[in-house]
């Protein structure tokens, strides 16, 4: 799980918007937003261009605090945030039961951190589903330096709307990415979320869509160290997650600052970095008074149809 440097923040921030047009998307991606006084309606009705605003904006600050994997992971004690992270996509692995030669699916795959582990873990093809093209583009070019580009791929795609004929597939699944389908404050706006969901809506919604429900479970309920732990900056200090503590934050937001001043990054990096900073906070205190998880997983499956 690789991690860019200040360089690769600099030059990835706004990912395919051209660099003088960061600052109105921005702007555009804000306004989408009830903290700013967005209505929901028309982040659903704009969701495509408001996940891959957001994506584009965020995607190489992502990589440089958090790696290649963009997600959470139910963590055990004395295990670093890397280890939970490789930890948890074995598990995705296991559950599905993936098989040497099958054939997988990555819904709504980032850069294709989990696709790639899971790939080598399992001896299978995995395809990443990804509605933004710069995301596509640097999934690729590290699939390329591990030597994944012969069995892995990329398809750019909305997950609304997937390309693919029946039965493609041996088994999918989806990491903290359906959550941006169109249909609080902080959290939204700092996530690129059109709404916020409770898990049995969650639930109810893969019921009505035909499958049969294995299980289900917050995985954050009996998980001896909170989901949350690396944004909280009261309480999180790691050496290897060092830019996801307090001091990492605050020399972070200064290098952004002084990287657009000298120009290297462009207008409207720090208001990135800003939000994203409300987010942390949000997911923060949601998770402490438990009305927010990151760590809802349903296992389900088509069910059998009678020959």
Not at 12 to 28: M, P, Q, R, T, Y
Request: glycine share 10%.
């Amino acid at each position: 799980m690789s991690k860019a440097g200040a360089f690769d923040l600099a030059t990835g921030v706004g990912g395919k918007i051209e660099k003088d047009e960061v600052l109105s998307a921005v702007d555009k991606y804000e306004k989408y937003h009830s903290y700013y006084g967005g209505e929901e309606k028309e982040r659903k009705d704009n969701y495509t261009d408001m996940v891959n605003k957001y994506y584009d904006l965020v995607t190489s600050f992502y990589e440089y605090g958090w790696g290649e994997s963009f997600h959470f992971a139910h963590r055990l004690k004395g295990e670093s945030l890397r280890e939970s992270i490789k930890r948890h996509e074995h598990f995705l692995a296991l559950q599905l039961g993936l098989k040497p030669g099958h054939k997988v699916l990555d819904v709504g795959c980032g850069i294709g951190g989990p696709l790639r582990e899971i790939a080598q873990f399992s001896m299978t093809s995995v395809t990443g589903l990804n509605n933004n093209e710069y995301q596509i583009t640097r999934g690729k070019a590290l699939n390329r330096k591990v030597g994944l580009d012969k069995t892995c791929d990329f398809v750019k795609a909305d997950f609304m709307k997937m390309p693919f004929p029946d039965n493609s597939f041996d088994a999918v699944y989806a990491i903290e990415a359906t959550c941006h389908a169109p249909d609080a404050a902080e959290i939204e706006l700092g996530n690129g979320l059109p709404e916020v969901r409770s898990t049995g809506q969650c639930l109810e919604a893969v019921k009505q869509a035909g499958f049969e429900v294995i299980w289900d479970k917050d995985l954050a309920a009996d998980s001896p160290v909170p989901w949350y732990l690396p944004l909280d900056t009261s309480q999180y200090f790691s050496l290897s997650g060092f830019r996801l503590t307090a001091v990492g934050r605050f020399i972070t937001k200064n290098m952004v600052k002084g990287l657009e001043y000298v120009g290297l990054a462009p207008t409207g990096s720090q208001r990135v970095q800003e939000f994203l900073e409300k987010a942390a906070d949000g997911l923060v205190n949601g998770g402490k008074k438990e009305i927010f998880t990151a760590m809802y997983f349903v296992l389900a499956r088509k069910p059998h149809l009678d020959s």
